[in-house]
């Protein structure tokens, strides 16, 4: 049946039919501890009773009626994500990319209505990821993503990750806004230093830049702050932020936050999608925030994310010879092995463990956040077994 998909995925056997919290099922019953979690997607887990619930109800009232009208959810999960964030505006999506497409829009358009038409480059790091349409992959800058696709576009240029002496020389007057990840997702896991995202918004202050943050992967709690940059307190907000993935825990949904200054540009006509912020969408996104946002559920995040991280660095003290480096934050973490980390995912997926994989050699972990100490207990004891047998098959 696989030959009718257009096979830009390459996906191993399974298939799965059902999940339940950190697991997931396939037909014939076997059973499988989830530490990728549709990338960082299903913050709740797997079918969250409030989640159903909340889709089953929406899904008997009323499905979609398309931003004509307006949508109480959408209205009621903005007034959230704005009390608990730098952002005074939310545009709902559908997806990652569609919230970083909003993002750079708004950026460009901020810069028109300012009176400052040529600012309009957006400065973005190697090993960015921020989406597969023509505009996100130009700002992702990845050669593979890139190619055959045409002549490269105009107005993004790319710095090497970390290097503020470049990004400082880069900024001009022709600068539109830089756009980065606060933990770098598919380029290998990689947080940014929170003095780092600091300077980051100094320089930006300084010179006029908007800066924008693309949190579609690190946010939604996944670094133990309901976003990555909460963890600098207010002293490196961006003045637009893109989320998606865990916000909806499983249901497509995403979002571009803006500043009302940022977003000052953006009026009737200016953008628009069909279903961004349709009610079933917004039902559900209103009880993952609320779920996040509960009382104690961040520092649980926090207290597992110890354990997790504890348990990594026993893999990298065990298996020094494979493992190089425990990299990340919170839940959005992984080891950097010293080859390619495909191998050892397919040795962890036999033994019933579904882990990911991310750029620079890394096996890439991003579970549900609702895991415990025992199921990361189970999951570092399978990679170790992984490992050991990685080893084994070189000799
Ligand atoms: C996944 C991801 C995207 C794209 O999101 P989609 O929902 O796949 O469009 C953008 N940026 C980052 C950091 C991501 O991890």
Same mark, same amino acid.
């Given at each position: 049946?696989?030959?009718?998909?257009?096979?830009?995925?390459?996906?191993?056997?399974?298939?799965?039919?059902?999940?339940?919290?950190?697991?997931?099922? *396939?037909?014939?019953?076997?059973?499988?501890?989830?530490?990728?979690?549709?990338?960082?997607?299903?913050?709740?887990?797997?079918?969250?009773?409030?989640?159903?619930?909340?889709?089953? /109800?929406?899904?008997? !009232?009323? $499905?979609?009626?398309?931003?004509?009208?307006?949508?109480?959810?959408?209205?009621?999960?903005?007034?959230?994500?704005?009390?608990?964030?730098?952002?005074?505006?939310?545009?709902?999506?559908?997806?990652?990319?569609?919230?970083?497409?909003?993002?750079?829009? *708004?950026?460009?358009?901020?810069?028109? +209505?300012?009176?400052?038409?040529?600012?309009?480059?957006?400065?973005?790091?190697?090993?960015?990821?921020?989406?597969?349409?023509?505009?996100?992959?130009?700002?992702?800058?990845?050669?593979?993503?890139?190619?055959?696709? %045409?002549?490269?576009?105009?107005?993004?240029?790319?710095?090497?990750?970390?290097?503020?002496?470049?990004?400082?020389?880069?900024?001009?007057?022709?600068?539109?806004?830089?756009?980065?990840?606060? +933990?770098?997702?598919?380029?290998?896991?990689? /947080?940014?230093?929170?003095?780092?995202?600091?300077?980051?918004?100094?320089?930006?202050?300084?010179? %006029?830049?908007?800066?924008?943050?693309?949190?579609?992967?690190?946010?939604?709690?996944?670094?133990?702050?309901?976003?990555?940059?909460? $963890?600098?307190?207010?002293?490196?907000?961006?003045?637009?932020?893109?989320?998606?993935?865990?916000?909806? &825990?499983?249901?497509?949904?995403?979002?571009?936050? +803006?500043?009302?200054?940022?977003?000052?540009?953006?009026?009737? %006509?200016?953008?628009?999608? *069909?279903?961004?912020?349709?009610?079933?969408?917004?039902?559900?996104?209103?009880?993952?925030?609320?779920?996040?946002?509960?009382?104690?559920?961040?520092?649980?995040?926090?207290?597992?994310?110890? *354990?997790?991280?504890?348990?990594?660095?026993?893999?990298?003290?065990?298996?020094?010879?494979?493992?190089?480096?425990?990299?990340?934050? &919170?839940?959005?973490?992984?080891?950097?092995?010293?080859?390619?980390? !495909?191998?050892?995912?397919?040795?962890?997926?036999?033994?019933?463990?579904?882990? &990911? +994989?991310?750029?620079?050699?890394?096996?890439?972990?991003?579970?549900?956040?609702?895991?415990?100490?025992? /199921?990361?207990?189970?999951?570092?004891?399978?990679?170790?077994?992984?490992?050991?047998?990685?080893?084994?098959?070189?000799?």
């Amino acid at each position: 049946m696989r030959e009718a998909m257009l096979p830009v995925y390459a996906p191993p056997e399974e298939i799965f039919t059902r999940g339940e919290g950190m697991r997931l099922f *396939t037909e014939d019953g076997k059973v499988y501890l989830d530490f990728i979690a549709g990338i960082a997607v299903n913050a709740l887990g797997h079918a969250h009773p409030k989640m159903v619930e909340a889709l089953k /109800d929406q899904a008997e !009232k009323l $499905w979609h009626t398309s931003n004509m009208f307006r949508v109480r959810g959408g209205e009621e999960l903005s007034e959230k994500y704005c009390a608990n964030t730098f952002a005074d505006q939310v545009f709902f999506t559908n997806s990652g990319t569609e919230a970083i497409e909003c993002a750079l829009k *708004t950026a460009r358009k901020y810069h028109y +209505v300012n009176g400052e038409p040529h600012r309009q480059e957006i400065i973005t790091f190697t090993g960015a990821f921020h989406g597969r349409s023509f505009a996100a992959i130009n700002a992702g800058g990845n050669p593979a993503y890139l190619e055959g696709f %045409g002549e490269p576009m105009a107005g993004f240029k790319q710095l090497p990750f970390g290097d503020m002496h470049a990004l400082k020389a880069a900024i001009s007057k022709d600068t539109c806004a830089v756009l980065v990840e606060p +933990v770098q997702g598919e380029g290998g896991v990689r /947080d940014i230093p929170e003095s780092c995202l600091i300077e980051l918004r100094k320089l930006c202050d300084e010179t %006029g830049t908007l800066l924008i943050y693309d949190e579609v992967q690190c946010g939604a709690g996944r670094t133990g702050k309901m976003f990555a940059h909460q $963890w600098c307190e207010g002293k490196a907000d961006p003045d637009i932020m893109a989320v998606a993935k865990g916000v909806g &825990g499983g249901f497509p949904m995403g979002a571009c936050l +803006v500043t009302e200054e940022a977003g000052k540009g953006m009026r009737p %006509g200016s953008h628009g999608s *069909t279903y961004g912020g349709n009610p079933l969408a917004m039902a559900v996104g209103n009880v993952v925030f609320d779920e996040l946002a509960g009382e104690g559920f961040m520092e649980e995040v926090r207290r597992v994310s110890g *354990t997790l991280k504890q348990g990594l660095a026993s893999l990298k003290d065990r298996h020094p010879e494979i493992v190089e480096e425990v990299r990340g934050k &919170g839940l959005l973490c992984g080891l950097k092995l010293n080859r390619a980390p !495909k191998p050892v995912q397919q040795l962890a997926r036999e033994k019933n463990l579904l882990v &990911g +994989v991310a750029g620079d050699n890394v096996l890439r972990l991003a579970p549900p956040l609702i895991a415990t100490d025992a /199921d990361i207990r189970e999951a570092v004891e399978i990679l170790d077994a992984c490992l050991t047998e990685a080893k084994a098959q070189e000799s």
